[in-house]
């Protein structure tokens, strides 16, 4: 699965004042298809690849940091960029700062990320269908199984 290559990989926000580097591998790649990521994107899902902040350089200039609601209801930190306001990556409580969710989308080469599991399906819009034998949850999933 490509989400399980070594990371060497660039991306940014749109107007290039935030860039940063991804290096090893993600922890993870998830395909979240709950409705605030619906709302965040203007889409029917988000991917994030989970990466170590250790393995998240800033190249550029640093992303502003906006404390937002989330469907668990303990928030989240979306990192955006503070010219044209593109979300690059998220923090959320249960990885704290030590995991950064890094948009897919904001990467060079997006293509490399295929997800590893889908969550919150149950707000999956009926058109999307995950690929057979790709796990997809209700909701989350326990991480330490």
Known sequence: MASRLEAHLEGGCTCRFVRYRVTGKPLIVHCC?????????????????????DNVTHLGEQPVMINTPSLSGKGQIIARCPKCHVAVWSNYPGGGPVVRFVRV???????????????????KVPWVKIPSGVPAYQEFYDPVK
């Open 33 to 53: 298809h709950c409705t605030w990521c619906q709302r965040e994107t203007g889409s029917a899902f988000v991917i994030n690849a989970l990466f170590s902040s």
């Open 105 to 123: 989308g904001t990467l060079d080469q997006p293509h490399e990320f295929v997800p590893d599991v889908h969550i919150y399906t149950q707000a």
